[in-house]
């Protein structure tokens, strides 16, 4: 089922965007930034939250400051498809906080696709060997790692509203 799109204009859009650069903007620097008052700016983000379209806030962290520099992208694959299996291998995943995104897929010899981060290629092994290849139903695994980061944006375009 296609969910419904709820109509935005310009101005929620600017404060969209804003937001999506800086979540910790006071509610004053927001409305500065896109040119309202503060009490129609502060009614607009509580209209947009009440709509679902903002979800949460969050505070990003730089994972090489912290020691986390390895990032793994791995496909798995599953031995059946069923949806207990699906079931049981999402709820585990959920659990592991090296887990930063993980997709159930088509067009590929995987089933899901994951992006982990975790210190090292020490604490890679020990996170597939202990925790991946444990799940139920996973019957094949291929790890890639990234070299690079060349984008990494959380941000989405906003030019198609």
């Known amino acids: 089922m296609k969910e419904k799109l709820v109509n935005i204009d310009r101005t929620d859009r600017r404060i969209l965007?804003?937001?999506?650069?800086?979540?910790?903007?006071?509610?004053?620097?927001?409305?500065?930034?896109?040119?309202?008052s503060a009490s129609p700016c502060?009614?607009?983000?509580?209209?947009?939250?009440?709509?679902?379209i903002i979800q949460r806030r969050v505070t990003l962290l730089?994972?090489?400051?912290?020691?986390?520099?390895?990032?793994?992208?791995?496909?798995?694959?599953?031995d059946r498809h069923t949806p207990e299996r699906f079931e049981r291998f999402d709820e585990l995943v959920r659990s592991y906080p090296e887990v930063q995104e993980c997709y159930l897929v088509t067009g590929q010899d995987a089933d899901y696709m994951l992006k982990v981060?975790?210190?090292?290629?020490?604490?890679?092994?020990?996170?597939l060997l202990n925790k991946?290849?444990?799940?139920?139903?996973?019957?094949?695994v291929h790890s890639s790692f990234v070299m690079r980061r060349i984008i990494d944006s959380t941000e989405l375009p906003l030019g198609y509203l």
Do not use: C, W
């Open 17 to 36: 965007e804003q937001l999506q650069r800086d979540g910790g903007l006071s509610n004053q620097e927001l409305a500065e930034r896109v040119g309202l």
């Open 62 to 78: 730089d994972p090489k400051k912290l020691g986390l520099s390895l990032i793994a992208i791995i496909q798995i694959g599953m």
């Open 42 to 52: 502060s009614r607009r983000v509580k209209a947009l939250e009440d709509a679902g």
């Open 117 to 127: 981060v975790v210190p090292d290629m020490e604490h890679y092994q020990e996170f």
């Open 132 to 140: 991946i290849t444990r799940i139920p139903g996973v019957s094949g």
